[in-house]
């Protein structure tokens, strides 16, 4: 009874509520549900409740001829963005931290963010542009005669990697910067004061209280970025990637696009994929816990 | 840290990471100014080289051609429109959801919440999505632009930390004077909340312009192909030279364009919106980076 009433006072609200859980249902939950493909053989036009299979898509993919190269380019190009791509932030903020003409770094600050916000077709245009023929890079190394012939950077693969990384770190550093800067600022003013009473120069002060002061910071996303080590980048591998760079560029997750979508295997790239997602989960966990107990750290 | 530095050895760092922060500097800008002298040269001379951040021939050539390609104004036309839509429906729902798990007295509140939260860590991934969308007939279709991407879960967080620190008194005011929810959304919700909607909509329209994944998804037909599709497909020289081609043909003129300086014009065309609204990106993003890592 009480329930009810309580049921009739909310009416209004529980109207509204309808159609948005109703969407949430649809376009998040159910193609959670819709995951079992990965166990079947899925056949568009069938319904979602025969032809199981068991692993065998998993199975499957192990035996693919090329699952090294994908597990190997997945692996190398997380690495190299998390080798890279996670310390220049903290590079970067610790420079900007130390710069006293607050119009210079404002100015340097404001130029970081902006290749964020492009999207990656423009920073493969970019790349087309600055890699190309003409481009600035075969300018220089020519001018300066390290080599004669234009080099096609973006044709060769054992460019790829390097071109992949350098474009991510590009877009995102100046971002991510944020993040530690607003931590550095966090940190309590009177601790630079006992450190320099106690005597330490700038040097000393950015080692013994920046560093410890943004510790957790680092720690707490150095976790969720390991949890996305196989989150090795998609559309900048599409967009930059060509046919003859393939052995370079194909991760876990064009190769879900590729052989999932295009070629119609739903099932099996469906297997792929949670197979990806269920890593992803077990890394983060276990790099939670060891930072619990070793860090004093943890995200949940 | 305001005292001048004494020791040299102090002195010169400042020295080295200035110069160090201006090479930075010029790394991220020194791309997009490339560009700006590229698109604004002589194709012809443009393909000898060397052209870095000034025009040598200064031309408005590769833009002239750019206003007359119908493909073009289409792709912008598409684009527009998705970014009018997607980010005018996903404010109106995202805030009104907002605003539900904002009432205090609403029972439903935490499942509403922890429903939307759940979405934000799983999702079915590429393909199960992808099949959905077909099973809907969403795919070759406008609609895929606006409705999957309705309410985000993020946003939504971002907007009702705002929203409950307004004034609770006033809603229940306004409910004792008769007005129904969505009155009190509309008429009070949303004009108290203008800064978090100003910050969402920025967000989402730089996602919706962003967006090129999705269009070669779910709309490969090319029926609703939007700018970032179009520069794509510039970005392969054949494409870029028959589009010159067929311009030429069309108005006997664009002689000495090619597709180095197309791209690049067609580039700036595509950037030049988003550094529009930098100012206020840069305003709210900071802000609702700090909410979101503290809520999230």
Partial sequence: MNYLRRFSRERQIWLISL??????????????????????????GQTMFGNWVGFDNFIRFFQEPDFWMIMRNTIVISMLNLLIGFPAPIILALLLNEVRNRAFKKTIQSLSYIPYFISWVVVASIAFTLLGNDGIINDLLQRFGFIHNPIQFLGEGKYFWAI???SNVWKDVGFSSIIYMSAIAGIDREQYEAGKVDGLGRFGLAWHITLPGIRSTIVLLFILALGGILNAGFEQQLLLGSPTTRDYYEVIDTYVYRFGVQFGNYSYGTAVGLMKSLIGLTLVIVANKLSKRYMQTAIF | MNERSTTIPQRLFDIVNVVVLLLFGIIMAYPFLNLLALSLNDGADAARGGIYI????????????????DKLLEGFGWSVLRVAVGTVTCLFVTGLLAYIVSIRHFSGRKFMRVLFLVTM????????????????KLTDSFNVYWIPTLISAYYMLLMSSYISELPDALFESARIDGASEMKIYLSLVIPMSLPVFAAVSIYSAVGHWNAWFDVVLYNSSGHFDTLQV????????????????????????????????????TTIFVTVPILLVYPFLQKYFIGGLTIGSVKG
Avoid: H
Avoid at chain 2, 121 to 130: D, V
């Fill in chain 1, 19 to 44: 159609p948005i859980i109703l969407w949430v249902l649809v376009f998040s939950y159910f193609p959670m549900y819709g995951l079992i493909i990965a166990f079947q053989n899925y056949v568009p």
């Fill in chain 1, 164 to 166: 992949l990384t350098s």
């Fill in chain 2, 54 to 69: 000034f025009p040598r021939e200064f031309s408005l050539d590769a833009y002239k051609l750019l206003l007359q390609n």
């Fill in chain 2, 121 to 136: 860590y799983f999702n079915g991934g590429l393909i199960p999505i992808y099949l959905l969308m077909v099973n809907l």
């Fill in chain 2, 230 to 265: 179009y520069l794509r497909r510039l970005l392969l020289e054949v494409e870029a030279s028959q589009q010159i081609m067929d311009q030429q043909l069309l108005f006997q003129k664009f002689k000495s364009m090619t597709p180095l300086t197309l791209r690049a014009a």
